[in-house]
């Protein structure tokens, strides 16, 4: 078995990303009016599904009180891989916006790529009625919801080199400008002052020979720096805070992409958690044992470090942290939940859960939930440390998220996936089994958007 220490916790790489305004090409937008009905679809889609054989049809869309509706799209909105096919839909402003289905505008330039045709970006209103489609000419890794549309990533993937890609700025439906594409991974790491903030990365992590820089409508790139490989960020209030390469954080200025500082460990987090005036990362001590540090977003510098004495023999390999009202929640790879205070790092609880911890924990109310091995959730008292309950799926925990009333678990197994809702205290409220794949949910006050490999976009909740 390997050991605590060499273990990487997996975190995903946003395939979104840039240049400078390009010229234009035939766009196809497409929109449709509401229907009125809990089942939509793509207005292209009927003629798609009359073109199959019996045996080739889709199954039928989930059912249930769950399912409060469903977009039938013309083509799968998850991945053939599901490790590498997961972007799930985005919500902003009463607006979903997917990626999936396909049209017949392009193909891979290279045989064994995924997806085989160039796919389509949907925007849906969370009522369920189409406000638009946008057909591209290439594959859309990613959609990033801006002010009154989306930047999109248009490009192939080779699963290690992006081909092609370009960053497009879709607004209802119309394309106002794109970049020249470039053959490597893009990223849209956030906006600032209408700005996107972009990155370039492959499959190698390295600390050099990547750009982070920044593209505007009018003035095409702002700035371009050299970076090591940058996959995730947060932008906040004029800084990038980003995990850059395999073991550092660092932080860049928003308009001109000066490196205002740069910290030897690994930020936590998918997307990186940002409340209060820290940052926590995963570092590695003079000693070479693992750690959990509290970096001060202004200056870069450590506030404290935390290892959990001899809790675990490997020391404290952190999976996740995140802060809430003055006290830092986190996990240990080999089964540890703490508390500690967010002012200097003084430990206020430990709760061992007996097995793997190998994602992060999740605030629900007055509980901080935790993954526990593969298919166990366990809450446990903010206050106090001790469990309150726990549940199991039948299928491998994916993730969790938060409503106001509610913590979302999204299942996978090799059959189907499971998205099920609990109260806080533990309670089965809804659930909805999906056969296939599907992407990773998106969890709004609204209520819960999934994508699946079946050509189906669903709106789940009470």
């Known amino acids: 078995m390997k050991s605590r220490r060499t273990f990487l916790v997996a975190f995903g790489a946003a395939l979104t990303g840039c240049a400078g305004p390009s010229g ?6 497409q929109s449709a009016s509401p229907t009125g009905t809990t089942r939509q679809s793509d207005p292209a889609t009927e003629t798609a599904t009359d073109q199959r054989t019996a045996s080739e049809k889709r199954p039928d869309p989930p059912e249930g009180d769950a399912v ?72 859309v890794p990613v959609v990033t919801p801006a002010a009154n549309g989306v930047y999109a990533i248009v490009g192939w993937n080779t699963r290690m080199l992006g081909i092609g890609q370009q960053l497009v700025r879709i607004e209802n439906g119309e394309v106002q400008w794109r970049t020249e594409p470039r053959d490597t991974y893009l990223s849209v790491l956030g906006t600032a002052d209408g700005t996107a903030i972009m990155s370039t990365h492959d499959d190698e992590i390295s600390r050099n020979g990547e750009s982070l820089f920044a593209v505007t ?34 932080a860049f200025d928003t308009t001109d992409g000066t490196r205002r500082w740069s910290y030897p460990g690994r930020l936590l ?65 080999g089964g540890l939940l703490v508390a500690l205070q967010s002012a200097d790092g003084t430990e206020k609880w430990r709760y061992p859960t007996a097995d793997d911890t190998r994602g992060p924990p999740v605030i629900a109310n007055d509980t901080v939930c935790v993954p526990v091995g593969k298919t166990t959730v366990h809450a446990v008292d903010r206050s106090t440390g001790e469990r309150i309950w726990s549940h199991s799926f039948k299928r491998s925990l ?29 309670d089965p409220m809804w659930r909805v089994i999906i056969q296939g794949t599907t992407t990773a949910p998106t969890v709004t006050e609204s209520g819960t958007y999934i994508g699946t490999r079946s050509g189906y976009i669903l709106k789940l909740g009470e």
Not at 24 to 29: F, K, L
Not at 114 to 135: E, L
């Open 68 to 139: 409060r509706w469903v977009y039938q799209t013309n083509g799968p909105m998850a991945g053939q891989w599901a490790q590498y096919g997961t972007n799930r839909p985005v919500v902003r402003d009463g607006t979903v916006y997917a990626v999936g289905g396909s049209n017949d505008r392009g193909t891979p330039p290279q045989e064994r790529m995924q997806p085989p045709r160039s796919q389509n970006v949907y925007a849906v209103g969370t009522d369920g009625t189409q406000q638009w489609r946008y057909a591209a000419n290439k594959s």
């Open 24 to 29: 234009s090409q035939t766009e196809i937008p």
């Open 269 to 333: 987090g998918d997307p990186p958690a940002h409340d209060g005036d820290s940052l926590y990362v995963r570092e590695e001590t003079d000693s070479g044992e693992p750690a959990l540090a509290a970096i001060n977003k202004s200056t870069g510098d450590s506030s404290w470090q935390y290892q959990a004495g001899n809790a675990t023999e490997d020391g404290f390999n952190v999976t996740g942290a995140v802060e809430r009202d003055g006290t830092v929640y986190a996990t240990e790879y």
């Open 217 to 250: 409508a009018d003035s095409g790139r702002r700035f371009e720096r050299e970076t090591g490989d940058i996959h995730k960020a947060v932008v906040q209030n004029g800084t990038v805070y980003a995990s850059e390469g395999p073991d550092r954080t660092s």
């Open 398 to 426: 994916r993730e969790m998220q938060t409503a106001s009333d509610a913590v979302v678990c999204w299942t996978q197994g090799d059959d189907a996936a499971g998205v099920h809702a609990l109260s806080f205290d533990g």
